[in-house]
């Protein structure tokens, strides 16, 4: 069974009243947008955790990343943790798939956003997040899901 990710915080009317006020906007709709933004903006400054990260394209050199001995012992642990195991399938698993690149995801500090996969299950999941973050999400529990039915 994979984890649920907590859910991004949304802006009270309070917050969102809060940023209006400093926008010179006659478009009511277009000015709520603005300082939904500039609220979630304000945010992240504060706690880079707050909200995910879906895509590794968000993250600064990411390919750098990935071969830091900081990663490396990420990766292993996970991997034991699984037996080795994909969560899609009964394949071995070789990678591990990021369902979230936030800060203390890439510290080591959470590692419940991480799974292990096997490539062929990694490049499925992949294929549908180019379609959108939660199609991506929807697959890799689909896949879970049918293992489990199966064990």
Known sequence: MIQSLPLDPEPTQSDIQQH??????????????????????????????????????????????LTTPLWRGIRTVVLRAASNECVGCNKPAAQVHHRDYRPRVLAGEDLTPLVAICAECHEKVEMAKRESWQAGERLLQKLAAEKDRLR
């Open 20 to 65: 209006v006020k400093s926008i010179k906007c006659n478009d009511g709709d277009a000015a709520r947008l603005i300082a939904e933004i500039l609220w979630r903006c304000s945010k992240r400054k504060e706690n880079p955790n707050l909200f995910a990260v879906p895509f590794a394209s968000d993250v600064p050199d990411y390919p750098a990343y």
